[in-house]
Nanobody, 122 residues
Framework: VQLQASGGGLVQAGGSLRLSCAAS????????MGWFRQAPGKEREFVST????????YYEDSVKGRFTVSRDNAKNTVYLRMNSLKPEDTAVYFC????????????????WGQGTQVTVSS
């Protein structure tokens, strides 16, 4: 599976962005998908994950109520809608795929996209 993340950019605090992650290859619907982010000088951290059919989702506490993960298996794409953005959300955002169920640990994911930069100005 190859993953291509897009949709990042520069936005003011309180604004919104929608990230997309397009997958190529077969059996996209067999994979749970995750979103992670990495700020300069920090470790990569979990943001959200979604099960193969979209029926199960999890969020990191700081994004709950602001971010929404979804997927469209017909389009081989997973999305991350980000509302009420804060400067502390600034990071490179990565999408990832893993065979099986949802998981918050980055080391459990098999495939990674290249990342898309999100910058939130105050």
């Amino acid at each position: 599976v190859q993953l291509q993340a897009s949709g990042g950019g520069l936005v003011q605090a309180g604004g919104s962005l929608r990230l997309s992650c397009a997958a190529s290859g077969h059996a996209f619907s067999n994979y749970a998908m995750g979103w992670f982010r990495q700020a300069p000088g920090k470790e990569r951290e979990f943001v959200s994950t979604i099960s193969w059919n979209g029926g199960i989702t999890y969020y990191e506490d700081s994004v709950k109520g602001r971010f929404t993960v979804s997927r469209d298996n017909a389009k081989n794409t997973v999305y991350l809608r980000m509302n009420s953005l804060k400067p502390e959300d600034t990071a490179v955002y990565f999408c990832a795929a893993r065979w099986g169920g949802t998981n918050y640990q980055p080391q459990s994911y098999n495939y990674w996209g290249q990342g898309t930069q999100v910058t939130v100005s105050s």
